[in-house]
Each structure stands twice: as structure tokens, then as C-alpha cells.
């Protein structure tokens, strides 16, 4: 904490040792204490009028504030006035009463510079929030500060503290924030990072929060600087899904986990973009409940399990497996590290045709011609270029490559972007660039179905080694992923 004492009571006498120290002529001082003022012993600084009324109402000494060490002060401009305390401040002003500053507070609302700073002078004490009995909150002439465990002292003020209220505050969705209002890399909008997202402004859209999965996907374009450009609107759920519009175009948030993006393309940029196929949902946590939770009281389990896993991972070898007896080292290698498959494997992996519609070939055909028609239909409609990115939920894909790609299904996910033009049938011009990506925690949980496997007893059998060995602590789960090359078409649909 800044001390803004500048008076030279406050310079002859700033520690309680001293006072405690010339404690006698600080006594014999009490006797020239101003009319309206009280001095607390055995410090000599008089705290006056509707500071010592606040003072002494709070419990003087014994408050949070503990002892004074200043005489009151004339604040900057002949504003107001403040005494400072060991635990805190007082301020005051005609417009606002007197109220005490302290702690993370005194240290935030210092930051704006104080009383001179937009945030000006205190209106209410500190306010403990019910949404947890700890957390608190103060209320300033320009705007807010508040306070939790988890996130600190942060300011909030104007249209986004408007928003952000009318969007539950604290007990709503987007909960503490986390950052005071930061100017946007433009110069004009301004945001406010929250615990459950961000809230927007800009002084053409006004203010609207962010969230969730829907930030996630519209940070991958680059947030309020990148294609989309700032929220217009505030998001919508319906039946289908959930969906926003943004300066440049609308993301739309399926039930089914698809995710749609719709964009207008600005004149002279209809190109795509290659990060624009690594939309995807996120991938999912690894699971490690059940990791070192056996025993090996005599000492054989351990052991045996080591021997069970030397002799899957030679018959992996002998059989050329190469992906399978890979991931099944790394997963008795015991770091838990992320495994990231090669781009070779999944594009070999994403030929497969084996297994009919949860077939990988026939998810990206599915999800290739779901977007080229919806940006044709877009297209027609509008009579103008139309954009749109269509990202599939993560979706079981089954194959027979690798005993079945490395011991067990693995969940797939593709995005297709696609630029059409107006036409007639047989006749638009549309480009695409797709790409796959592929996601499996790999804890052998999921059983190879016998009757599939290229060899029924070595799978299950290293299945149940596998899972012994995790719970035995030798063995520790990861997250398998991995993305596929991008691929590009144009042509006359």
C-alpha cells in the first residue's frame, strides 16, 4: 500500500514503537486536541469529525484498522479528507460520507489513483457477498471493486458492469472477474475477463458477454481482432442450439455438439484460412480414480503384471503393430504425458471404410457435404459470397486398421470450411478445406470386441494386463490425440 502521508505529525511518528516509546509526551499532548477531534493513546494523531465518528462506530483501536498514524489529512484538490491507520483508511467527502479503505481495496483502488483516479470516492463500506459469506465487494462514485479467494481485487465499471449484472453478477454464469477493464488491441472496445468468460465493448455494439464453448470457437478466429469481429448481440438458446452474432458474421452452437460458423466475407479476403479447421470441441479429462488403488501385498502382482506386459508388447512386435505396441509402451512408461499421434497415422487411419456409417471415410463425407450444402444454400440466399465452418461433436469412429486403431475405438471429430458462390445447380463455385482430428484417454477401459480383433485372446488379454497394471500404479493412463492433414478441393457443385 502506498502511505500518502504528508504531513510532519505523520513524518515525526510513523511506528508504534516510537509512539509507545514517547509515550508520556504523547499523553500531555491530549491536551491541545483540537474541538471536534479525539486522539487514541499511546499514539498522539487527532482523528476528526465524521472520520472519528466512522472510526469509533467501526471500534476504534480494536477494528481492523487498529491504531491511527496520521492526523487527518486535506486530500489532493481540497476534495475531501482521510486519516490513515495501521490496518487501513478513512475517506471522506461531502458527497459520500466517510468510509474505511483497507487491504487488497486500498491496494486495487490505489492502482486507479485513488480519490484523483475515475474510480473517485468510496460510497459504502466493504459488503460481504452471500454468495459465499467471504467474498466482498465496495462501491465507488465511478464503478466497483470486488473481491474473492480465488480471483483477488478487481475493478468494474460503466456498461460492463451493467451487463454483468443483468447477467446475475457473482451467482450468475460468468461469476468474479478476474482482470479490471482492459483496452482492446484497437484502441476503442474495451473488456473484462470473468471466471465463466469475458464481457465486450465497443462503442458501435455495446456490451456482451462471451462464453464458454462459444469464446473458445471465437478466440480460435481471433478473438474481437479476427474475423468475426466484436459480439452484436448477446447469445441465444433455443431448441437448436445456442448462437451469437458477431460484427462479421454468427457462431452457432448445436445441441448435438456440431458447430456452425457463419461468416460474411469481407470484400477482398475470401480466402481460408488454415487454423480454421482446428475448430474442435475440447478434449476430455483423463481419469486417474482408479490409478495406484491395488495393493501388492505379497509381492507376486507386481511382478507378474511387468512379465504379462513384456510379453504383450513382443507379440505387438512380432505382429507388426507398430501403433499399438507404441501407445502401450508409452502408457507403461508411467509419465501420464499427452501422446500425439503422427499426421501420417491419422490420414491412414481416416481411409478407413471398413465399418459403414461410423466409418471415418463416411463422418468426413457426411460432415464435407453437410457444409457445401449449407454454404451453397447460404449463398443463394443472400445472393452474395457466403462462409461457413461446420466442426462435428466428438463421435465413436469404428475401423479394423492396427487392432482396431491401437486396442479399442477412438472418438473422431472433422471440420469442413467451405467458401461458395451464388449459382445454379451443378454450377456454384465452392472451395473447402477439411481436416480430422482424432481423441482417445487411453486406460483400457474399453474392452476389444473378440470376434473383431484380428486375434481375439491377445487383445482382451492385453486389455485386462493393461488395466491391472493401472491400478497397480505401474501402468498410468494419458491422452491420446492427434490431427490429420488439411485438405483442400475446389470444383463446381
Known amino acids: 500500500m502506498q502511505d500518502k502521508t504528508t504531513s510532519t505529525a505523520t513524518a515525526a511518528s510513523t511506528t508504534l514503537d516510537s509512539d509507545v516509546a514517547s509515550a508520556p509526551q504523547a499523553l500531555a499532548a491530549t491536551a491541545a486536541v483540537a474541538a471536534g477531534c479525539q486522539v487514541y493513546p499511546p499514539t498522539s494523531f487527532q482523528v476528526c469529525g465524521a472520520i472519528r465518528d466512522k472510526y469509533n462506530q467501526m471500534g476504534g483501536p480494536t477494528s481492523f484498522l487498529l491504531l491511527p498514524k496520521s492526523n487527518e489529512l486535506t486530500n489532493p484538490g481540497n476534495t475531501g479528507k482521510r486519516s490513515e491507520f495501521i490496518g487501513g483508511n478513512i475517506y471522506w467527502s461531502s458527497a459520500t460520507g466517510a468510509h474505511p479503505v483497507a487491504h487488497e481495496f486500498l491496494f486495487k483502488w490505489g ?194 503384471n511387468q512379465l504379462g506386459a513384456s510379453t504383450i508388447a513382443a507379440y505387438f512386435e512380432a505382429q507388426g503393430y507398430s501403433v499399438s505396441g507404441d501407445l502401450f509402451s508409452w502408457y507403461y512408461g508411467n509419465t501420464g504425458a499427452d501422446h500425439r499421434l503422427s499426421t501420417s497415422t491419422v490420414d491412414q487411419w481416416m481411409l478407413d471404410n471398413s465399418k459403414g456409417a461410423s466409418s471415418p471415410i463416411q463422418i468426413l463425407a457426411e460432415n464435407r457435404d453437410q457444409t457445401v450444402a449449407l454454404a451453397i444454400n447460404r449463398a443463394d440466399a443472400t445472393k452474395e459470397v457466403a462462409k461457413i465452418g461446420l466442426s462435428t461433436p466428438w463421435k465413436i469412429a469404428h475401423g479394423s486398421e492396427d487392432l482396431h486403431y491401437a486396442m479399442g475405438d477412438f472418438s473422431l471429430s472433422c471440420t469442413t470450411v467451405v467458401v461458395a458462390y451464388p449459382g445454379t445447380a451443378g454450377n456454384h463455385r465452392v472451395r473447402l478445406l477439411q481436416q480430422a482430428h482424432v481423441v482417445d484417454v487411453y486406460d483400457f477401459r474399453q474392452i476389444v470386441r473378440g470376434d473383431e480383433a484380428s486375434s481375439g485372446v491377445y487383445p482382451d488379454t492385453a486389455n485386462n494386463i493393461a488395466y491391472r497394471g493401472m491400478t497397480l500404479g505401474i501402468a498410468k493412463p494419458f491422452l491420446d490425440y492427434g490431427s490429420g492433414s488439411k485438405v483442400a478441393w475446389e470444383g463446381l457443385r
Do not use: C
Open 111 to 304: 492502482d486507479h489513483g485513488y480519490e484523483t483516479g475515475f474510480l473517485k470516492y468510496p460510497k459504502t463500506d466493504e459488503i460481504v457477498l452471500t454468495v459465499d459469506g467471504i467474498s466482498r465487494r465496495q462501491e465507488f462514485q465511478g464503478g466497483h471493486i470486488y473481491w474473492s479467494p480465488a480471483t483477488g481485487a478487481h475493478s468494474i465499471q460503466g456498461l460492463i458492469y451493467d451487463k454483468w449484472k443483468a447477467f446475475g453478477a457473482e451467482t450468475g454464469v460468468l461469476k468474479f472477474p478476474t482482470s479490471d477493464e482492459i483496452v482492446a488491441p484497437d484502441g476503442k472496445g474495451r473488456f473484462t475477463n470473468f471466471q465463466g468468460g469475458a464481457i465486450y465493448w465497443h462503442p458501435s455494439t455495446g456490451a456482451h458477454p462471451v462464453v464458454g464453448a462459444m469464446r473458445e470457437i471465437w478466440g480460435v478466429f481471433g478473438y474481437e481482432a479476427g474475423q468475426y469481429g466484436y459480439p452484436v448481440e448477446d447469445a441465444v438458446t433455443d431448441a437448436n442450439g445456442t448462437h451469437q452474432k458477431f460484427q462479421r458474421g454468427t457462431l452457432r452452437l448445436y445441441g448435438g455438439g456440431f458447430i456452425e460458423g457463419v461468416r460474411v466475407p469481407v470484400a477482398g479476403d475470401e480466402e481460408i484460412y488454415g487454423f480454421e479447421t482446428e475448430i474442435r470441441p475440447g478434449y476430455p479429462a483423463v481419469d486417474l480414480s482408479e490409478y495406484r488403488t491395488q495393493r501388492d501385498t505379497t509381492g507376486d502382482l507386481i511382478p507378474a
